[in-house]
């Protein structure tokens, strides 16, 4: 048979202490487990701490990726109403273009006003001129003059199915037939552009009044361009006594150099007749 192992003396001894204590009563129980607790609590209450400390840890980035996830929305919401705003400004500021113009109503039969967008501008300035977006598909064709509310433009001196090219009054080739509108006077002449965006009126008698601040709009003659646009007011007379004819120098109504929405009038230049340069040189 196999020989009964012998139990370590030194557990004899921790099991006959513990009985010892047992047989003396509770007291020294009592300050172990009060040692027992000194020692203990303090770990107890270390890893408590460090256990919430992880879940605050966590609960931390949770509200961080949830308040990430919230901004991105209100981002997203903002750029919303950003182009929204947008779209409403163009929307009122293409209403209000339109309210200016009914009082051209009586130049423009109805559905004549073609609307369009300043694409491009000549690059080198060698022509004064304006690419828009609309073309033959649109009815656009040579000729055809181009408005603001403000005033006079230009007229299509190239088109293409898609786009078409307008040539400023200011241009130095632009020539127009003008009207003073002024009940005392009627004086007539030609207002050309001077290439540095003003323009000039050419062709008035000296007998015919002109007054500074006076109003000039196209006469209607040669048939490009339909009477009573508004062209320009008049800066400085000038007239030489060796002269038949005197000059006027005109600010033009149309805002030029900051054109962005115009029209295009479709039915003014279809019936025919001279075009710019057929007028006196």
Do not use: C
Request: hydrophobic share 40%; glycine share 10%.
């Amino acid at each position: 048979m196999r020989a009964r192992q012998s139990i370590p003396g030194w557990v004899a001894v921790i099991g006959i202490l513990i009985a010892a204590l047992f047989v003396a009563g509770p007291g020294p129980l009592r300050e172990m487990e009060q040692i027992g607790t000194r020692v203990i609590s303090p770990l107890e209450f270390g890893v408590s701490r460090g256990l919430s400390g992880i879940g605050q840890f966590f609960e931390t980035v949770q509200h961080a990726s949830d308040l990430a996830a919230q901004n991105r929305q209100y981002r997203d919401e903002i750029d919303r109403l950003q182009s929204v705003t947008v779209q409403y400004r163009e929307l009122e500021q293409e209403n209000r273009d339109l309210r200016q113009l009914l009082g051209l109503r009586d130049l423009a039969p109805p559905g004549s006003l073609l609307s369009a967008n300043v694409i491009a501008r000549d690059p080198l300035a060698v022509m004064q001129s304006v690419t828009i977006d609309r073309g033959t598909d649109d009815g656009v064709a040579v000729n055809h003059p181009v408005i603001t509310w403000r005033g006079l433009v230009g007229r299509v001196v190239e088109v293409h199915p898609k786009s078409a090219k307008v040539l400023l009054v200011t241009d130095v080739n632009s020539a127009v037939s003008a009207r003073v509108q002024d009940p005392s006077s009627r004086a007539t002449g030609v207002v050309r552009g001077t290439g540095d965006g003003r323009l000039i009126l050419q062709y008035v008698p000296r007998s015919d009044p002109l007054r500074t601040d006076g109003l000039l709009i196209t006469s209607g003659i040669g048939g490009t361009f339909p009477s009573g646009i508004m062209l320009g007011r008049i800066l400085q007379i000038r007239q030489k006594d060796v002269e038949v004819f005197q000059e006027a120098l005109i600010e033009p109504a149309a805002d030029l150099r900051n054109l962005e929405r115009i029209y295009v009038l479709l039915r003014a230049a279809d019936g025919g007749g001279a075009s710019a340069e057929q007028l006196p040189q």
